[in-house]
């Protein structure tokens, strides 16, 4: 079993960086790959990037992700914000693969909320 909790979320100007942190529970963390997705207001959630448990960091663009197994923790890096990127963000692990769909991954968390203003 693995608890996820986000946090790091808030309101930001147009241009500017979040780090969002995902905390999970649970020995065998390392061995989870996950994802982070968003749901917008009055839209399906989506998927953003995966991390797998072998990978320590993955740049996309704007966004970067890493882990410090360690700390059981995964993190969503977010620079050069837009107010398209405000939505609700969520953590999720899965212990088989890295995926873009939302039924693959077992265990959800309850989501921080990121705004970016114009």
């Known amino acids: 079993q693995v608890q996820l909790v986000e946090s790091g979320g808030g309101l930001v100007q147009a241009g500017g960086s979040l780090r969002l942190s995902c905390a999970a529970s649970g020995r065998t963390f390392s061995t989870y790959n996950v994802g982070w997705f968003r749901q917008a207001p009055g839209k399906e959630r989506e998927f953003v990037e995966c991390?797998?448990?072998s990978e320590d960091t993955l740049n996309t663009g704007r966004f970067a992700i890493s882990r410090d197994n360690a700390k059981n923790t995964v993190y969503l890096q977010m620079n050069g914000l837009k107010p398209e990127d405000t939505a609700v963000y969520y953590c999720?692990?899965?212990?088989?693969?890295?995926?873009?769909?939302?039924?693959?991954?077992?265990?959800w968390g309850q989501g921080t909320q990121v705004t970016v203003s114009s």
């Open positions: 991390i797998s448990w």
């Open positions: 999720a692990a899965d212990s088989k693969t890295c995926a873009r769909t939302l039924e693959t991954y077992d265990y």
